[in-house]
């Protein structure tokens, strides 16, 4: 089971720090991702971490602002999100798979399990 938690309202330029706790299962060879879902738009791929902190993917529109690290002792996974804009405002979620590769990362079809969202809210 995935558990996010640390979403929040907060101004533009702030920050804020995401946490996806897994229990159940030890998920330290699983890659763990982050999505977001925005009201009226698609489900879309923010970041992922594989089986450690160094081998790490971003959305473009992210990349630089948020980082996505894991601290495997504690079975969770953290997203660090800075320097925040409005269309940051979404549901955050994390999901969990053993058999994401490279190419397949980014898409939501690949991973098996989920935990619910938290929601983000980005203010002007």
């Known amino acids: 089971r995935l558990q996010a938690s640390g979403g929040g309202l907060v101004q533009v330029g702030g920050s804020l720090r995401l946490s996806c706790e897994a229990s159940?299962?030890?998920?330290?060879?699983?890659?763990i991702a982050w999505f977001r879902q925005a009201p009226g738009k698609e489900r879309e791929f923010v970041a992922a971490v594989r089986w450690t902190s160094s081998n790490t993917l971003y959305a473009d529109s992210v990349k630089g602002r948020f980082t996505i690290s894991r601290d495997n002792a504690k079975n969770t996974v953290y997203l660090q999100l800075s320097s925040l804009k409005p269309e940051d405002t979404a549901v955050y979620s994390c999901?969990?798979?053993?058999?994401?590769?490279?190419?397949?990362?980014?898409?939501?079809?690949?991973?098996?399990?989920w935990g619910q969202g938290t929601q983000v809210t980005v203010s002007s």
């Open positions: 159940g299962r030890t998920f330290s060879r699983y890659t």
């Open positions: 999901a969990a798979s053993q058999r994401v590769i490279l190419s397949t990362m980014t898409l939501g079809t690949f991973y098996d399990y």
